[in-house]
């Protein structure tokens, strides 16, 4: 990755490589303790090898600001949380650029009580209001607030600005025919829409300073109807050149705009010949593509080929904090998976933002870091990892054995708790640590590879524990290598693979293909800790036919050749929803990115699709995939009605015959929904074999994840789950 690590400027800032982390709203910018958490957050980033780092985004005023959780730039203990940022990063040796920010109308009128405020009054479904239009002196007043923005920056110590105009906030919104609906010195033709931005970068510039370095980042393409057409955005590009900008950055898509821009069915790399368009147009003025680049791999050509000069990546640094270290040295990297779980849909929600991947990301001072190699313990550097596999055991003889187990130990549960009264503490949960064994290092066994698992297995031996990974099935992963199969999840894979290689590292003994029962009972009581991360299991129904050979649960659904051409889903959560995008997908003789493209109306042409299944899901409910995260559930929605897979909702299920299910609707009709395959995908139970067996014979364990709770539980709980219970208290 020759180009991606060639030293670049920006305006007179000189930095160390072509990856600029790119703006996260955190939650952490309103939090009340000197700015302890926000500078903890961006000097590990420092630290891990990021260049230029842009802040999420900070409010000009009140009226601007996207939620609650954001900080105001007028507000002086937020100003004090910043020093401390610039202060600290700089000590770390890195550079961070302040973005300015203005949510326009789609500011939450619940985060002050304000209404929002825009060009026209033109409603938003992202904040639920229509915003007041400003008048000719209100908008002289938000652009004052832009210079004073600006001036405050350059005061506390940061090395550029980023005036953030894209994904339809204000600047967008003024650029835009569709939100800009004026007839006067802020609208009515394309240079009239465009003042307003290039009036804040002077505003800003002038209260900055001359040479203090202003980076716009705007939508290239807005995909709206009615939006802004590709010459009217090179034309305000050409604009902000001419206004003396030090570089683009530019953004994708509006929050409502109805393609998807940064969701896992966004093929990486998509939007780079956007960026390419602006970069045309700018010539030398620096240019920063940004939206679904993960890997650098992927960066790599888009700055080789003279797309952009530099790239953005914001949820990368999410999900590794050392991703630029890492490539450096050739050491794999933990991948945004781009679920937008723990990060956008918090956002969205005014939540403070984590990683599905790493959920210590936003809470590096609450859990320990994970060492390097060079840092570990000799005893860890020079152990030898081993992975042991052995034939898999079917869980249905593990089930019955452990159900032998109980009735076994019935008795000896209860003298166990009598003399020692840990059986009853032994069905603990996470959170209940072993008092007195954090001292030094102790012999853990973590029963299970899942997410759960992989979390605290890493963590754990991270500790400098000696951690012993027991697995039933013959792969780590859990469901993720389920979901790994779902069009657009593929790099889900890449996550297992990290934490493989972390617990290899760290020197975990992972045994794979091993069940845990009655047997090890004496194995278990030689280790100081256990804990149990035994995951899930599919529920079962209660439906006539369910066990006739053409039905079958969930995770066997996914192995390649399981399904038939006519396929019906029984159940409505997200796993029904990944199911039905997998089977119905197909094949198309094309990029994936081009398909994309074409499927979304963004640029024309055919999709000749092979291969699809006629599918059809079957829900009790009415809504379906309602625990999907909000910023993803409604594209794979559009993209399961573009596949033409059925939804019947409201169903009462009476029996499943060779023909298919028959239902019964909700005016009270029976009848057929034909199908030669129908799979259960009916919710998961926790699976709780093991930890009966070990709360049985009064051994003290937690239990995490699934195993521990399976009501409202996603992978972004699991893995929290595992770092929780894996750290001191
Ligand atoms: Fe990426 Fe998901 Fe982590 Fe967000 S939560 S940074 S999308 S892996």
Redesign the pocket.
Known sequence: MREVFRPGRIGPLSLPHRIVMGAMHLGLESLDDGGRALSAFYVERVRGGAGLIVTGGAAVSRVGAGGAHYGVLDDPAFRDRLRRVTGDVHAAGGLIALQLFHAGRYASPKAFGLQPVAPSAVFSRVSGAEPAELSGADIEATLEDFGRAGGYASQLGFDAVEIMGSEGYLVDQFLSPFTNRRDDDWGGDPQRRARFGVEALRRVRDAAGSSFPVIVRFSGADLMDGGTSQPDVLGFAKLLAQAGADALNIGIGWHESPVPTVQTLVPPGTWAPVAAAVKQAVGDLPVIASNRI?RLESAEPVIASGQADYVSMA??F??DPELMSKARAGERIN??????????DRSLSDEHV?????PR?AHELEFPRVRPAAELPARQRTATPTTTTTTPADPESVAAESAVAEAVLAGSAVAGSAVAGSAVAGSAVAGSVVAGRWGGASRVAVIGGGPAGLAAARQLAADGHRVDLYEASGALGGQFNLACRVPGKADYASTVDYFATELARLGVQIRLGRAITVDDLDLLRSYDRLVVATGVRPRRVDIPGADLPHVVPYPAAFADGALGQRVAIIGGGGIAVDLAHLASHGSAAMAPAVRFLREHGVEPGPVPVTGRRDVTILQRGERLGVTIGKSTRWAVLATLRRQGVRVLPRLTYRRITAEGVHVVDADGTEHLVPADTVVIAAGQERDTTVSDLIRLAGIDHQVIGGARQSAGLDA?LAFADGLRVATPP
């Open positions: 993960n949820r990368p999410l999900a991948l945004c998976i781009a679920c937008n779980q723990a990060c956008i984590s990683c599905m991947v790493n990301a972004v």
